[in-house]
């Protein structure tokens, strides 16, 4: 079960909706008609459209959050397995024939309760950021469930938080954190406090996705917290070095995430500390570039590089390029491939390869579109896209549709501008 601040209540993060915490509880959508149609699919081998993001990553090589999920819970191959292999066993076996379950034990928590973020990120928007609600606002673009909330928060979940978590956290084997910014949210740092009262620490693996830009709150530091469990992942988003990674990510600043990353690096050894790289058409170019700067200078080892394919807003596929800049991008993967395959790095590779399959794809439609939202936004924030990526400069000769010429949402714009081919 996944919450988003909006109330929505999905799957996964990635999932399809099963349902709203403004209008229920937790667990009367654990049991309604969607989740018990997903259980009967899935005991019948059925594929569920809600599970429609991981079968298009597995569509480009990518390791998917099923195909993950599948290999933690109930891979033969892991030794360690066994308990959560008959747990698993135990959990089929006591679902009914129409899908209902008895008992509401979860074991893997994803709860996003707030979108409180710092950053405002280019592929990001306001039901996932704060931060972006006063640019969402003059770009129309705001929360279709809360507008004029800067803050979006499940008023009917964080109100009754405590009494939930105290409930769930003698069942949970797994926590995520993501979000907005997890440590930044109240909910964060108030389950990971009972979870040390209760000594619960010993039997849960953590895994977080962070910006990376803040380690303290109020006066709790995350090393205190995170140095009592075994073990831990830290996936720090971030997708370009410098300049390029503080404009795709408004809010970053590379210096200080350089000296949290060594921090980490110094004070909790048994941390897997990696870089969640999500690949947009602002980093195609330099994604080969920024690997070796992780690995060589951040101390990142290379098995924990990942690629992130970003799939939208679609003006930000890396396929919007042009013809003649993804020959240019296609010659720094290759050898970036190779590389990989020399020194063993079999996922990595396999997500070049996807990554290359996604380049190939013709979406240069868009390209026009993207230079004209790109236009805006760098006017609002006071930002300029051909300074801190010139190796795009060939695009500055692809003609398109002044901002100031516009007086409608974004989202229009594909039926004003005619298709472009590749240059």
């Known amino acids: 079960m996944h919450p988003t601040p909006n109330g929505d209540s999905r799957l996964c993060c990635i999932g399809g909706s099963m349902g709203n915490l403004n209008d229920n509880t937790p667990d009367e959508i654990w049991n309604n008609d969607n989740y018990k149609r997903i259980r009967r699919n899935m005991l019948n081998g059925v594929l569920n459209k809600e599970c429609k993001v991981c079968t298009e990553q597995e569509r480009f090589n990518n390791h998917s959050l099923r195909l993950n999920s599948n290999s933690r819970w109930y891979s033969t191959n892991l030794p360690e397995n ?20 008895d008992k509401f034990h979860i074991k893997y928590m994803d709860f996003r309760v707030s979108n409180l973020c710092n950053f405002k990120c280019r592929m990001c928007h306001h039901e996932l950021s704060s931060e972006w609600f006063e640019d969402a606002v003059e770009l129309e673009e705001q929360s279709e469930s809360q507008p004029n909330t800067k803050v979006i928060q499940i008023k009917k979940l964080t109100d009754n938080f405590d009494s939930l978590i105290d409930k769930m956290l003698p069942h949970i084997e797994h926590i995520y954190w993501a979000g907005g910014e997890p440590m930044l949210t109240d909910e964060h740092w108030v389950t990971m406090n009972k979870i040390l009262d209760a000594g619960y620490e010993k039997n849960i693996t953590l895994l977080y996705n962070t910006n990376g830009s803040r380690l303290t709150y109020k006066d709790q530091h995350i090393v205190d917290i995170i140095k009592h469990f ?4 830290f996936m720090i988003s971030v997708d370009g070095s410098d300049k390029r990674g503080e404009y795709i990510r408004k809010g970053l600043d590379y210096e200080v995430l350089k000296e949290n990353i060594t921090y980490l690096q110094e004070h909790v050894p048994q941390l897997k500390l990696g870089i969640q790289f999500s690949l947009t058409i602002f980093n195609a170019w330099h994604m080969s570039d920024f690997y070796f700067e992780c690995v060589d200078k951040l101390g990142i080892l290379p098995q924990e590089f990942t690629i992130n394919f970003c799939f939208g807003p679609e003006r930000y596929r890396c396929s919007v390029l042009p013809t003649k800049i993804k020959n240019e991008v296609l010659n720094k993967w290759d050898k970036f491939y190779w590389h990989c395959i020399r020194n063993n790095l079999t996922q990595l590779a396999d997500q070049i390869q996807g990554a290359t399959k996604l380049l190939k794809e013709d979406y240069s439609a868009l390209l026009p579109k993207f230079l004209a939202y790109t236009e805006k936004l760098d006017r609002m924030r006071e930002d300029d896209f051909w300074k801190t990526f010139p190796e795009y400069s060939d695009l500055k000769q692809v003609p398109y549709v ?5 007086n409608f949402q974004m989202h229009k714009l594909d039926n004003l501008i005619p298709t472009i081919k590749q240059q």
């Open 82 to 101: 066994k308990d959560s292999i008959t747990a698993c066993k135990e959990l089929v076996k006591n679902t009914r024939e129409d899908g209902h379950v």
């Open 230 to 233: 075994p073990q831990v992942s």
């Open 402 to 406: 002044k901002w100031e010429n516009i």
